[in-house]
T-cell receptor, first 111, second 114 residues
Framework: DAGVIQSPRHEVTEMGQEVTLRCKPISGHNSLFWYRQTMMRGLELLIYFNNNVPIDDSGMPEDRFSAKMPNASFSTLKIQPSEPRDSAVYFC?????????FGPGTRLTVL | AQSVTQPDIHITVSEGASLELRCNYSYGATPYLFWYVQSPGQGLQLLLKYFSGDTLVQGIKGFEAEFKRSQSSFNLRKPSVHWSDAAEYFCAVGAVGATNKLIFGTGTLLAVQP
């Protein structure tokens, strides 16, 4: 298995632009999580899905953030419009039976 | 409330020395416990996990952890640290259920001196 796949690995954009981060979970996993990691705030859970249904989005910082999971093999995290304070590493993780498997992350820089 | 505490933000040990990273949790149900490691620029990798049974669990890279229910602890140990162990270590707690959500600690950054 290739593990959790995230794209792009690096994204540099300008303030105000739309950013879309993508995630392909491990086949057969029924839960998917989006995290954000920064030096100041550490690892934060943004939103998670169970069987493609959003369960808890209380960690999404603002309405500028949205996430979708149209099917069991794909999820997106969108930021529109992006701001410099959104600069962080965004991780996707998938899970079956509690153990979470993390992707390599997307390093987002908003100028 | 469910929570995980890693009291040590930063630890420095000499190469070859023993290591113990502390983790305490607060969880209403019987917990499932995990240790993850994150090397610079990488994602989190599972080191070991405890679901049930023997309270001393072995993981990858020579790490082990012991679940102590009476102390609500799940400390990570390694008898002899290698320079390549320098990384950030996260303890997490959860349970098998509808959500598979984990509660993560704030992490302990390990530095290894030659």
């Amino acid at each position: 298995d290739a593990g959790v796949i995230q794209s792009p690995r690096h994204e540099v954009t300008e303030m105000g632009q739309e950013v879309t981060l993508r995630c392909k979970p491990i086949s057969g996993h029924n839960s998917l999580f989006w995290y954000r990691q920064t030096m100041m705030r550490g690892l934060e859970l943004l939103i998670y899905f169970n069987n493609n249904v959003p369960i808890d989005d209380s960690g999404m910082p603002e309405d500028r953030f949205s996430a979708k999971m149209p099917n069991a093999s794909f999820s997106t995290l969108k930021i529109q419009p992006s701001e410099p304070r959104d600069s962080a590493v965004y991780f996707c993780a998938s899970s079956f039976l509690a153990e979470q498997f993390f992707g390599p992350g997307t390093r987002l820089t908003v100028l | 409330a469910q929570s995980v505490t890693q009291p040590d933000i930063h630890i420095t040990v000499s190469e070859g020395a023993s290591l113990e990273l502390r983790c305490n949790y607060s969880y209403g149900a019987t917990p499932y416990l995990f240790w993850y490691v994150q090397s610079p620029g990488q994602g989190l990798q599972l080191l070991l996990k405890y679901f049930s049974g023997d309270t001393l669990v072995q993981g990858i890279k020579g790490f082990e952890a012991e679940f102590k229910r009476s102390q609500s602890s799940f400390n990570l140990r390694k008898p002899s640290v290698h320079w390549s162990d320098a990384a950030e270590y996260f303890c997490a707690v959860g349970a098998v259920g509808a959500t598979n959500k984990l509660i993560f600690g704030t992490g302990t950054l390990l530095a290894v001196q030659p």
